[in-house]
């Protein structure tokens, strides 16, 4: 197989993984604007925070986080560790000087 053929599966690939994740990540992010009142756009940033400094997947996290408002699952202690942290960060810059709240 061509490398250019090899390429264009694994993007394919990724792309397939991606629109499989993507409702799920979106419920999280739903959750954490109605649990935290914070706008679409830092909610991602909260996500991705979490999943970057607890080295787990984006979609791991947004299950994670969905299970958790959903029903009794509660979050892992290292996530929820996390995410506080994530969340009293976007809280912080919030209000500082020039910032939009």
């Known amino acids: 197989?061509?490398?250019?053929?090899?390429?264009?599966e694994r993007e394919n690939e990724q792309l397939r993984h991606a629109i499989e994740s993507r409702p799920v990540i979106d419920l999280a992010r739903?959750?954490?604007?109605?649990?935290?009142?914070?706008p679409a756009p830092e909610a991602w940033?909260?996500?991705?925070e979490v999943s970057q400094n607890s080295?787990?997947?984006l979609r791991v996290v947004a299950d994670v986080v969905t299970a958790a408002v959903a029903g009794p699952h509660p979050m892992p202690?290292?996530?929820?560790?996390?995410?506080?942290?994530?969340?009293?960060?976007w809280r912080l810059r919030e209000h500082e000087p020039g910032a939009g709240g």
């Open 77 to 89: 202690p290292d996530l929820q560790n996390h995410l506080q942290t994530a969340v009293e960060g």
């Open 1 to 8: 197989m061509s490398e250019r053929m090899e390429r264009l």
């Open 55 to 57: 080295n787990v997947k």
């Open 45 to 48: 940033e909260i996500l991705v």
């Open 30 to 38: 739903r959750a954490l604007m109605a649990t935290f009142g914070c």
